[in-house]
Structure formats: C-alpha cells, structure tokens
C-alpha cells in the first residue's frame, strides 16, 4: 500500500512543471527507492551474493573430498570466516549449519555410487568418508528411511554387478 501511494504521487506530480513539484518529484522517488530497499535488500543481497560463490567454491572442494574427514574449524580455516561467522552464513545461504550441509552432501553420494558402482557398501562408506560401515548404515538409513543395502536393492533394479 505505501508503495502504490507512493507510486502514485509521483504519477500525479509529473503533470506539474514548477520548482516544487519537481523537488516533490525527487523526494518520491527517494522514499519508493528507500521503501523498495526496504522490501528487497539489495545491498544484502550483493554480500549474500558474494558468499554464496564463496561458498559454492568451497564446497565443491568439499564434494570432491567427501573421503575426507571435514571439521568446521578446517571448513572455517579455507574460507577464511570465524566460525560463528562462517556457520550463520551456511544458515543464511542454505538453512542449514555446515555439518548439515556435508552430511547430506555425503548422503547424496553414497546414493549415487549405490546404484552405479559395484562397490562394496563398505567401500561406498569409506568413499564418503565413514570410517565404520555401521556408523554409515545407521547414517543413511536415518536420512533416506532404509538401509544402504535396501536402498541399493530396491532402486538399482535390473543392476548387475
């Protein structure tokens, strides 16, 4: 409503051609800037903007080393954020906290190489980077609802080894 007001006015200052109007038509379009500002923050966005590749770099980095055992004080070392910084920016950007993030990044692998390897769920674990087969069993079965060997049976039809 403000903003159609604002909108407006402006309109209906544009049909005058004095002094005034002019410098009415100026503080108009000032406040529909500052409203619209307002509504849909840009300079937030710009930063968020500039994180987000930031972050995209950094954890494709991550995907290709899901072997590895990530820390948040390692994520937070490459990224050069503290680490209260760095995890309301993932919470920002993503929803999520990091650990979040890189689980479900692993869980999404283990899916994949599931159902196009012939690895061993043992070495899909190890390939995700758990050390423990029951630790990654437990894991999945928590995010997806079934076990890796289910989940590998029941959508890797017709998939020979």
């Known amino acids: 409503d403000e ?18 109007s ?4 100026e503080l108009y379009e ?5 409203q619209m500002e307002r509504s849909i923050p840009v300079s937030e966005n710009l930063r968020l903007r500039k994180h987000r590749k930031e972050f995209l770099e950094l954890f494709q980095r ?10 948040i004080k390692e994520l937070c070392d ?19 906290n990091p650990a979040k993030i890189i689980r479900e990044m692993r869980m999404e692998q283990a899916k994949v190489l599931l159902l196009n390897s012939g690895q061993t769920i ?11 087969i029951s630790d990654f069993s437990i894991a999945f079965k928590n995010e997806f609802g079934v076990s890796p060997k289910e ?3 029941t959508n890797g039809e017709g998939l020979k080894y």
């Open 122 to 132: 043992g070495r899909v674990a190890e390939s995700v980077g758990f050390q423990y």
């Open 62 to 71: 991550v995907s290709q080393t899901l072997d590895r055992k990530w820390t």
């Open 30 to 34: 000032q406040l529909l800037l500052i």
């Open 3 to 20: 903003m159609k007001s604002l909108v407006l006015n402006i309109f209906k200052e544009e049909i005058y051609q004095d002094s005034k």
């Open 22 to 25: 002019n410098r009415a038509l």
């Open 151 to 153: 989940y590998r049976k």
């Open 78 to 96: 490459e990224s050069g954020y503290s680490r209260t910084h760095f995890t309301r920016l993932c919470l920002n950007l993503y929803g999520k």
